[in-house]
C-alpha cells in the first residue's frame, strides 16, 4: 500500500481551486478556509457542553456495520455533554456520526460561512461528527456521493483516501459503499490486493479544511478526541449518482440484512474477494 502526503494550500483564488482540484477530482487541504469563520475561536469543548449540553444525542462504536437486524443503527443515546466529558477523558470508540446537530441548534450556522472558492452548496445538511481518541471511521464513501470539505477543530484527526479507481484493492461490498479492509491494522494475509493500492494520508489539524472529492474512500482516526464539521456540494451528476446509491441502500442492502443477516455480510465478502483476485491477476 502507497500512501502519497497531500498538498496544502492557502489564499487560493476560485479559479485555480476549481482548476486544480475540482475539475481534478484532486484532494487538497485548504489551512485559511475556515480562517476567518467565529467557529474556529468559538467552538471548545466547554463552550458546546455549556450551551448545548442538555441535547440527547444517538451514538455509534466500531461496530455498527456489522451484519444483522442491527446494521447501521446507533449503539447508545445519551445527553451531549456527557458525551463530551467522554470523549476528553481518554479512549473511547464512541463516535457522534451523521447527526444534524444544526436542527436543534439552528444558530451555530451563523459560526461559519459556505466556502467562496466553488459553488454548488448544500446549505441545508451540514453536520458535524465528533470522535474520541482511538474512535475510527471503516473505509467507505459517502452514499449521497457529494463533494466534502471537512473542516476539524480543536485537535487532530488522520485520514487516509483513495480515488475511485482503487476501488477493487480495496474489497468494496457490492450493493454499498463499505469497504472490508481495516486500515487500522491491515491483513495483506486476508486482502493481499490491499498492498497495490495507492492513496493518500493527511493529520488534518484545527482550523484544516480537507476537500474530499466525490466517489472517494476515507478512513479516518481520531487522534485525540475532537469533532469536524462537514459541508456538501453537488453537481447534477453527483446528486443523480447519489440518489441513486440512496435506492440501492435501503431497498437492496438493508433488505437483503433484514432477511439474511450475518449470510448477507458473507455473500458481500465472497463478491469482493472475486473482485480483488481480477484485479490483482491484471496487475504486474
Ligand atoms: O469523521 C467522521 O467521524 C466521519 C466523517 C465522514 O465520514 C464524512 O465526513 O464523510
Ligand atoms: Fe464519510
Given at each position: 500500500m502507497k500512501?502519497?502526503?497531500?498538498?496544502?494550500?492557502?489564499g487560493i483564488s476560485r479559479r485555480d481551486f476549481e482548476e486544480e482540484y475540482l475539475k481534478k477530482n484532486k484532494p487538497v487541504v485548504f489551512t485559511d478556509l475556515a480562517q476567518e469563520w467565529p467557529a474556529t475561536e468559538k467552538w471548545t469543548f466547554q463552550w458546546l457542553k455549556e450551551n448545548y449540553g442538555h441535547l440527547e444525542v444517538p451514538l455509534y462504536d466500531n461496530e455498527f456495520r456489522k451484519p444483522g437486524k442491527d446494521y447501521l443503527t446507533p449503539k447508545i443515546?445519551?445527553?451531549?455533554?456527557?458525551?463530551?466529558?467522554?470523549?476528553?477523558?481518554?479512549?473511547?470508540?464512541?463516535?457522534?456520526?451523521?447527526?444534524?446537530?444544526?436542527?436543534?441548534?439552528?444558530?451555530?450556522?451563523?459560526?461559519?460561512?459556505?466556502?467562496?472558492?466553488?459553488?454548488?452548496?448544500?446549505?441545508n445538511i451540514p453536520m458535524m461528527f465528533f470522535g474520541?481518541?482511538?474512535?475510527?471511521?471503516?473505509?467507505?464513501?459517502?452514499?449521497?456521493?457529494?463533494?466534502?470539505?471537512?473542516?476539524?477543530?480543536?485537535?487532530?484527526?488522520?485520514?487516509?483516501?483513495?480515488?475511485?479507481?482503487?476501488?477493487?484493492?480495496l474489497y468494496q461490498h457490492p450493493f454499498t459503499v463499505q469497504s472490508e479492509v481495516t486500515l487500522d491494522a491491515p491483513d495483506f494475509k486476508k486482502h493481499p490486493a490491499l498492498e497495490h493500492a495507492t492513496g493518500y494520508d493527511i493529520d488534518l489539524a484545527h482550523g484544516e479544511t480537507l476537500f474530499m472529492p466525490h466517489l472517494w474512500w476515507h478512513y479516518m482516526y481520531y487522534t485525540e478526541g475532537g469533532?469536524?464539521?462537514?459541508?456538501?456540494?453537488?453537481?447534477?451528476?453527483?446528486?443523480?449518482?447519489?440518489?441513486?446509491?440512496?435506492?440501492?441502500?435501503?431497498?437492496?442492502?438493508?433488505?437483503?440484512?433484514?432477511?439474511?443477516g450475518d449470510r448477507w455480510g458473507d455473500i458481500k465478502a465472497g463478491m469482493a474477494k472475486k473482485r480483488a483476485s481480477a484485479a490483482l491477476a491484471t496487475t504486474s
Open positions: 500512501l502519497l502526503p497531500i498538498e496544502r494550500v492557502s443515546k445519551m445527553p451531549f455533554g456527557d458525551y463530551l466529558d467522554i470523549i476528553q477523558e481518554g479512549p473511547t470508540e464512541l463516535r457522534m456520526f451523521l447527526y444534524n446537530i444544526f436542527k436543534h441548534a439552528p444558530e451555530l450556522t451563523s459560526d461559519f460561512s459556505m466556502p467562496t472558492v466553488t459553488d454548488g452548496w448544500l446549505k474520541g481518541q482511538g474512535a475510527k471511521v471503516d473505509l467507505h464513501y459517502d452514499l449521497d456521493c457529494a463533494s466534502v470539505f471537512i473542516t476539524h477543530f480543536q485537535t487532530t484527526k488522520k485520514v487516509l483516501l483513495f480515488g475511485p479507481d482503487q476501488s477493487d484493492y469533532f469536524s464539521l462537514s459541508l456538501r456540494r453537488h453537481s447534477a451528476y453527483t446528486f443523480a449518482r447519489g440518489s441513486f446509491n440512496l435506492a440501492r441502500h435501503f431497498v437492496v442492502d438493508k433488505g437483503m440484512n433484514m432477511v439474511l
